[in-house]
């Protein structure tokens, strides 16, 4: 069974602190990773995506991906309490049909 | 990004009605899916809507409970059948460009009551 492990929170920084939010998967065919940022009561948004080890930046969020660990994280630099939200981690894999489908970590809540 | 429309966004149900959802999609879709979450957990993903045939359901869901249909690539729906209080969920429409990027956008979900 394909699995996504989040780190349990919930996880608090101070104001203009680096949140650091880390995921492990288990599927080694994986291939697209996401972070999604769900407000309470809202639906989920894609913050982040990446594709090919190493780090990827996209203002204050900078994803890294490390195939060869199975693992994925999201830094947050300069967290804002607008940054308050859980983060879900999402991971590609190919179902027991053809259609590809995302497997959801369970989500990590942030308080800044 | 998509635009993902999803109605309604609120509902609350008697014990053993039916309920449709509909989620519509702009024409930058091909995939479409159908998610629960429960309250206070992740997303589970009920099945993958097919254009003109019938969904993939994933383990645990089942047609009779949970049909669904995409009669074009733009619109599907989904129905929650002989609804019991377990079924109070958050109901879920995602639609991407499927390969290789697979990335996935969220309609605002449908938020159901069963009493």
């Known amino acids: 069974q394909k699995e996504v492990e989040q780190n349990s929170g919930p996880l608090s920084v101070p104001e203009g602190a680096i949140a650091s939010l880390n995921c492990t998967y288990s599927?080694?065919?994986?291939?697209?990773f996401f972070w999604y940022r769900q407000y309470s009561g809202k639906s989920p948004e894609l913050i982040m995506f990446?594709?090919?080890?190493g780090d990827k930046e996209d203002g204050r969020f900078t994803a890294q991906l490390n195939k060869a660990s199975q693992y994925v994280s999201l830094l947050i630099r300069d967290s804002q309490p607008s940054d308050s939200a859980t983060y879900l981690c999402?991971?590609?894999?190919?179902?027991?049909?053809?259609?590809?489908?995302?497997?959801f970590g369970s989500g990590t809540q942030l308080t800044v | 990004s998509a635009v993902i429309s999803q109605k309604p966004s609120r509902d609350i149900c008697q014990r053993g009605t039916s309920l449709t959802i509909q989620c519509q999609v702009d024409?930058?879709?091909?995939?479409m899916f159908w998610y629960r979450q429960q309250p206070g957990q992740s997303l589970t993903l009920i099945a993958t809507?097919?254009?003109?045939?019938?969904?993939?359901?994933e383990s645990g869901f089942v047609i009779d409970k949970f049909p669904i249909s995409r009669p074009n690539l733009t619109f599907s729906t989904l129905t929650v059948s002989n609804m019991s209080p377990e079924d109070s969920s958050i109901y879920l429409c995602?639609?991407?460009?499927?390969?290789?990027?697979?990335?996935?956008?969220f309609g605002a979900g449908t938020r159901l009551s069963v009493l």
């Open positions: 999402a991971v590609n894999s190919i179902s027991s049909g053809s259609a590809r489908q995302l497997t």
């Open positions: 599927d080694r065919g994986s291939q697209s």
């Open positions: 990446i594709y090919s080890n």
């Open positions: 024409s930058q879709v091909t995939m």
């Open positions: 809507a097919n254009q003109g045939s019938e969904a993939t359901y």
């Open positions: 995602s639609g991407g460009q499927g390969a290789p990027m697979d990335i996935q956008y």
